[in-house]
């Protein structure tokens, strides 16, 4: 039982949700079955002590049904059960969470009830707390509409002549699509793979067409995702000028209008312009490295990059690298001290001594970056080649030969384990067959030097080209 779906779902539950899901299941309204409380205890009590025996599905059931033979249709039901339990918790807390839907479906119920005068005193409460958020967003705009169809609806049937002006509420509703389907176009957009997928966004050529007249250009989040996706579009037309002066307005509106989107949206449009930064370095512009730093560096003083209070090892990663080819060697030591403890727990120290050698193997500093090196070992195998490259050069570079030969064994054996490597396979294996041939002192010549430098100019896919061939010529 320690692997079913159920227990899953209770592993993942914070301690504050466990206090609150006990009252919860206990009671009679959402459950007047007690087996399934004694459950929910077995599972928190297997949890908290971290013992498995007591998820044995045989002694489960032995304590909920004691006098009973083992039935497993019956555990199943009653695991079943709790499980939905379970996931009307999880549903009312993000319901309660949401500060104007609750007011909106209580509003929906006064008016069905035709309690009028609460519906009033509701609606206006509703409108309050709406104009109250900082947000200004799709789901904003969508929640203004609705509040606004609500009040429609109700007066429609107590009017006695005229019409009704649906204008506003008709332009919430737009400029709520228009937000969404552009942040939808970005994210299809973002996946190199999938540029093509925008035709799926049907009415999205029309959207553009809108926009393209200038209106809507004022509503923050419509401008910001309108820019994103401009910016990237003319790129890949090779449309350099307007691809640029997009990015631009991009920036500037970051800037200004941070605030008014949720951090788990501002986050990814920080985003969508890191990866238009890295397009243009793909394409040799290196005025974008600087770009895509001040980018991370706005990102990290408003805490916009921040997850629920963490920082992706990922986004710490290319922080790093970023600093470090703009030789910002002082604010990347700070940073990479800093924002240490954002890391999750779990991969934090290992994240942290990967980034810190690197930071010393950039400045050459082998001694200090190897010792962290060798204590390095990532589930991630492209970060795991990165780490063993440079402990590789650094054992090269201080003439630590042995070392060297018995991490050349090492790698290459780590390397044919790997199933789904690709081309980097390859280039690794290369690399290590070049390094080898240069330490075993088969090179006594300058004719075998010179066969040896065209092997390695020749070879099509090689990691470290340029390093061997400096190292050759030393």
């Not at 609460?118 to 509409?145: G, I």
């Not at 209106?215 to 923050?220: A, F, G, V």
């Not at 996706?229 to 990015?247: C, T, V």
């Not at 916009?304 to 920082?311: A, I, S």
Request: aromatic share 14%.
């Amino acid at each position: 039982m320690q692997k079913s779906t159920l227990v899953f779902f209770f592993k993942k539950l914070s301690k504050s949700d466990w206090r609150a899901f006990r009252k919860f299941v206990r009671s009679p309204y959402f459950n007047q079955r007690t087996d399934v409380i004694c459950l929910c205890d077995r599972i928190d009590e297997a949890i908290r002590r971290q013992k498995v025996s007591l998820l044995d599905r045989y002694s489960v059931f032995e304590y909920l049904y004691p006098k009973e033979a083992f039935d497993e249709k019956k555990l199943r039901h009653t695991s079943s059960e709790l499980l939905s339990i379970l996931k009307k918790y999880l549903l009312q807390k993000e319901f309660e969470a949401d500060g104007i839907s609750p007011q909106r479906y209580l509003c929906r119920a006064l008016r069905k009830r035709e309690i009028d005068t609460h519906f009033e005193k509701t609606l206006v409460n509703a409108r309050r707390e709406l104009d109250k958020l900082s947000f200004r967003n799709s789901n904003y705009y969508f929640q203004k509409y609705e509040l606004g169809l609500q009040r429609a609806v109700y007066t429609m049937p107590k009017r006695r002549s005229g019409e009704m002006n649906f204008e506003a509420i008709s332009e919430d509703l737009t400029i709520s699509y228009i937000s969404g389907i552009l942040r939808m176009a970005c994210n299809i957009q973002s996946q190199l793979t999938q540029v093509n997928q925008i035709e799926v966004l049907r009415l999205f050529p029309h959207v553009l067409n809108l926009l393209e007249s200038g209106i809507y250009q004022d509503i923050p989040s419509i401008s910001l995702y309108f820019h994103c996706f401009r910016a990237i579009q003319f790129l890949e037309i090779q449309e350099m000028e307007k691809s640029e002066e997009s990015f631009v307005q991009l920036k500037e509106q970051i800037r200004a209008y941070w605030q008014l989107l949720p951090s788990s949206e501002i986050r990814d449009i920080y985003l969508f312009a890191v990866n238009y930064c890295i397009r243009r370095l793909n394409t040799g512009d290196r005025r974008f490295i600087r770009e895509a730093f001040e980018l991370f560096r706005s990102g990290l003083k408003n805490e916009t990059l921040l997850v629920e209070g963490t920082l992706s090892s990922f986004t710490y990663k290319n922080i790093t690298r970023l600093g470090m080819a703009l030789q910002e060697n002082e604010w990347v030591e700070a940073f990479l001290a800093d924002y240490k403890s954002y890391l999750r727990p779990r991969e934090r120290d290992n994240a942290w001594r990967y980034n810190l050698a690197f930071f010393y193997f950039q400045q050459a500093l082998y001694k200090q970056a190897m010792p962290l090196l060798q204590q390095v070992e990532f589930k991630d195998v492209l970060n795991n080649l990165d780490a063993r490259r440079m402990l590789l050069k650094s054992y090269f570079e201080l003439g630590e030969y042995d070392a060297l030969d018995s991490l050349l064994d090492s790698f290459s054996r780590y390397i044919q384990r790997q199933k789904a490597m690709g081309y980097h396979k390859e280039n690794y294996l290369n690399l290590i067959r070049f390094v080898r041939k240069m330490i075993d002192g088969a090179l006594t010549n300058s004719q075998e030097k010179a066969a040896f430098k065209a092997e390695i100019q020749n070879t099509t896919r090689l990691a470290e080209r340029e390093w061997l061939l400096e190292k050759l010529d030393e």
